[in-house]
């Protein structure tokens, strides 16, 4: 006999592949009042402005350059003890007003790796001091998505909205700093950019169909948090392994193990379990 487990997840997969300890930051409150809370990093008397706003009914941080002249800046930083290997991720999208979107910094002991988003480029930029850059491009980065990056040593991978296939891979060799990730503006241009959360576990790389963080909204995986009306009928059914592959749409075709079932109701809403099949 064939025993079907669905554990509902509310609108987001947890994989439970590997067990993995998330730091997260939301932005319900601003950086400095997080717990932990985050220290400001490159300081200027012409600092980016950073506010609480509700955007797609979502608390956000909005990180705004005031001149548009390149001469604005102001980032946060978390200190802590550094590791081998580190996952980080964070769902972003950048204004239209200014070059760039919020930049991002991520450290090992050995490497450390920026991350810009580009609005005026269409494109992602991830580099180092030393002139190395790797970009992702062709994205709509004034779009919603979400960012896991992995890092081991100095080699890295980023991800975009829980795809398996890497947008971009390389090496960092840039010496590195005391924090372990940080977020903002860093003074290379001017930015327009909005944060709904940031995350990171330092116990490991962990790529796509492992762990994501719980009770915020991870593009390719959930639409939305806490808001899902699941009535009305199901019209459609889509089964996928935990690496993000699709295997059908019947349950009795699955072999022994736990996969990720996405159910679309005729009111348009969707909902992503985790199910685990016995035979």
Known sequence: MKKIFTILLGCFFIGMVNAQTWTIYTCDVMPLSADPAW??????????????????????????????????????KMDGDKSTAITVMFRTKTGVTRTDGLEFEINTIDGRL????????????????LGSSAYASDIDVNTWHTYRITMNGTAWKAYMDEDATPIATGTSNQGTQSRVVKFGDGGSNDTDGYLDWIA?????????????????????V???????????????????????????????????????????YSNGVSKVSKIQVIK
């Open 39 to 76: 220290a400001e990093s490159d300081a200027s008397s012409n600092a980016t402005v950073y506010t609480l706003e509700t955007v797609d009914a979502l608390s956000v941080i909005h990180g705004l350059g005031v001149d548009g002249d390149n001469s604005s800046k102001g980032s946060f």
């Open 200 to 220: 990171w576990d330092t116990s490991g790389e962990f790529e796509p169909g492992t762990a994501v963080p719980t009770g915020v909204v991870v593009d390719g």
């Open 114 to 129: 920026k991350i810009y988003l580009e609005y005026d480029n269409s494109r992602v930029k991830f580099s180092d001091d």
């Open 222 to 264: 959930s639409t939305s948090i806490n808001r899902i009306d699941f009535n009305g009928t199901v019209v459609k059914t889509e089964l996928y392994n935990l690496g993000g592959v699709y295997v059908g749409d019947e349950q009795n075709s699955l072999k022994t193990g736990i996969y990720i079932q996405k159910q679309t």
